[in-house]
């Protein structure tokens, strides 16, 4: 599982065909990429790992704060091209991200491990598989990739 962590001052996603909209305030934009071989292991780690991570400043300046700590909001949205393979021609392979209907539980899992952290009203999604425009403003910019298994 593979999560790409941008700390923002704000974020969106709109869908247009379903007159769909999510904003949040400062926090952070998560896109999430589930795996085939993904487990709930990997949902609890990466969910408790990202709302842990102290990326957000304190009184000096210094990456000190969680999301937690800030009363942030999350905005989670589904991304299977985090796991696009491009080391070989010019088109990506996606055969490394999971199947459609799994990697939907899991993805409903790990936002609902979120909630749990951070409190249900502070978080946003996006909708599976769809089309969005996401709106991402990164504060910093802070962009941190985290993994729940090693993938060297």
Not at 22 to 48: C, H, N, P, S
Not at 64 to 80: R, T, W
Not at 121 to 127: E, L, Y
């Amino acid at each position: 599982m593979r999560a790409l962590v941008q700390r923002v001052s704000e974020g969106s996603v709109k869908i247009k065909s379903q007159n769909y909209n999510q904003e949040i305030g400062k926090g952070m934009v998560l896109l999430l990429g589930v795996k085939q071989g993904d487990t709930l292991d990997d949902v609890v780690f990466v969910a408790d790992k990202c709302c842990n991570l102290r990326i957000f400043e304190d009184e000096n300046e210094k990456m000190n704060l969680s999301l937690k700590d800030i009363n942030g909001e999350i905005l989670i949205i589904s991304q299977f091209t985090l796991y696009g393979d491009a080391r070989k021609g010019n088109r990506p392979s996606f055969t490394n991200a999971a199947d459609p209907a799994f990697a939907n539980d899991l993805y409903e899992k790990f936002v609902e491990r979120v909630k749990l952290n951070i409190g249900k009203d502070r978080v946003k999604t996006g909708v599976f598989a769809a089309m969005m425009n996401v709106k991402i403003i990164n504060d910093g910019p802070v962009t941190i990739l985290v993994q729940s298994k090693d993938e060297s």
